[in-house]
């Protein structure tokens, strides 16, 4: 029984978006990207803020609606504040789901997320232009908070939906200005007493495919504009507290010290080293000082390491490698160390049977003539996430210099296009069948 043939773009018909031209996969894309691209931008440093349950992040639900009610889909928020946009009957099972996230890290570039949203949209304008009846339900999903930028813990909104996260955790998340996730989530007009694991809605689910920017330069090296997922290595985030002794920068002898600055600046010195060491991934990126004043010594410095490593034994030696010589440090110091993991997200191997299908559908559609290239990742995405309770695959689009979580974040236009045909080709093999 079809579940229903999606309405077009707003303001196009079948063959054309209201231009004289045939509509391509990219005309909608554009005018969406157009719309979203001004939401949590800074003006001064030309990146993304849109931080879970922010102002921003609350017109990016807004835009995120709109879309889905202009294409006649039934737009829901679920219990952890996800959103979906169904078309067909949401509780008929086996469906079809494809999306993204909307929030950014600081500064973040204007794909990493968005681009999957958006391209979702386009993927359904794409096949509602070839006419093509669904015969199993189909869903666009944003899922809230993937970059745990404001509290912290990466993945909140599908990890809760996942069960991966338990609702007293995740209750007990604050921000730098101490604001809790439920005040955070109240504030922006969603109900905080409905957080928890949403077995059942999962369970509606067949297959989700994710379309996510390339972050990394593989499909640059290979000259491929669209590649897919083949697991994600496991990573994780610690936060060390250094504490030490507040005094006057202008007064106290060196000798009379207890800097904890020395001991977190040589920690993340061992950092690179053992990450060299072991060929994993290492960074301290995010610090906080207190009393954070020029003129005196700290008392508190925290440092949040992000470790990550094509296996777990290799990712447990580079932390331990860490922690160990951090504890070497603060112990010649006098300074007292504690170090607590805040985020951690198992090795994913995405479905083996789910890849071989986008394979086999997208033969031949590249450009190149060769097979789709299939790429691993350090980076985690909520199908990651999810890999654990629904058969889940990804997609990545081309991004020629491989940065991110940067302003300068890109992929080109033509590339998303690809995306955008790739995408629409998976969702009509997978759920028009
Ligand atoms: O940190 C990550 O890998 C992802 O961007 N949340
Ligand atoms: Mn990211
Ligand atoms: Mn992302």
């Not at 007990?172 to 996730?181: P, W």
């Not at 949040?304 to 034994?313: G, I, T, V």
């Not at 990804?394 to 998303?416: K, Q, W, Y």
Request: hydrophobic share 40%.
């Amino acid at each position: 029984m079809p579940s229903g043939t999606p309405k077009g773009p707003p303001g196009a018909s079948a063959t054309s978006p209201g231009t004289s031209r045939q509509w391509r996969a990219g005309d909608s894309f554009l005018s969406m990207w157009r719309e979203l691209a001004p939401v949590g931008l800074h003006p001064d440093s030309g990146g993304y803020r849109r931080y879970a349950w922010s102002a921003a992040d609350v017109d990016c639900r807004a835009w995120f609606r709109a879309q889905a009610e202009a294409r006649g889909l039934t737009h829901e928020s679920d219990r952890n504040g996800n959103q979906w946009a169904w078309l067909g009957d949401p509780l008929a099972g086996n469906a079809v789901v494809t999306g993204s996230h909307l929030d950014s890290v600081p500064d973040g570039g204007a794909f990493d997320g968005p681009l999957g949203v958006v391209s979702s949209f386009a993927a359904l304008d794409e096949l509602h232009r070839r006419g093509v009846e669904f015969t199993r339900p189909l869903a666009i999903t944003n899922f809230g908070d993937e970059e745990g930028a404001r509290f912290g813990l990466a993945c909140v909104g599908s990890r809760l939906a996942a069960g991966q996260l338990a609702v007293a955790d995740a209750r007990r998340l604050r921000d730098a200005d101490g604001v809790t996730l439920p005040a955070a989530m109240e504030r922006a007009g969603y109900d905080p007493g409905t957080i928890g694991p949403d077995p059942q809605r999962l369970a509606r689910i067949g297959a989700f495919v994710e379309l996510h920017v390339e972050q990394g330069r593989a499909l640059d090296l290979t000259g491929d504009p669209v590649g897919i997922a083949s697991a994600i290595w496991p990573h994780g985030r610690w936060r060390f507290d250094f504490r030490g002794e507040a005094n006057h920068a202008g007064t106290t002898r060196l000798a009379d010290r207890r800097d904890p600055m020395l001991t977190y600046a040589e920690t993340v010195l061992a950092a690179r080293r053992e990450a060299e060491l072991t060929g994993a991934l290492a960074t301290f990126g995010k610090i906080a000082v207190e009393p954070n004043g020029v003129n005196a010594i700290p008392s508190l410095v925290r440092g949040w390491l992000d470790s990550r490593a094509a296996d777990q034994a290799t990712l447990d030696a580079v932390v331990t490698g860490i922690e160990r010589a951090a504890r070497e440090y603060a112990e010649r110091a006098g300074i007292d160390l504690d170090v607590v993991r805040e985020s951690f997200t198992p090795v994913v191997e995405f479905e083996h049977a789910l890849r071989d299908e986008l394979g086999r559908i997208l033969e031949g559609t590249g450009d190149t003539g060769r097979p789709v290239p299939v790429l691993g990742t350090g980076a985690g995405h909520d199908a990651g996430i999810l890999s654990a309770s629904v058969p889940t695959a990804m997609l990545f689009v081309r991004n020629p210099t491989g940065i991110s979580h940067s302003p300068a974040e890109h992929a080109a236009e033509d590339d998303c296009t690809a995306g955008i045909e790739a995408l629409a080709d998976v969702l009509e093999g997978l759920a028009c069948s």
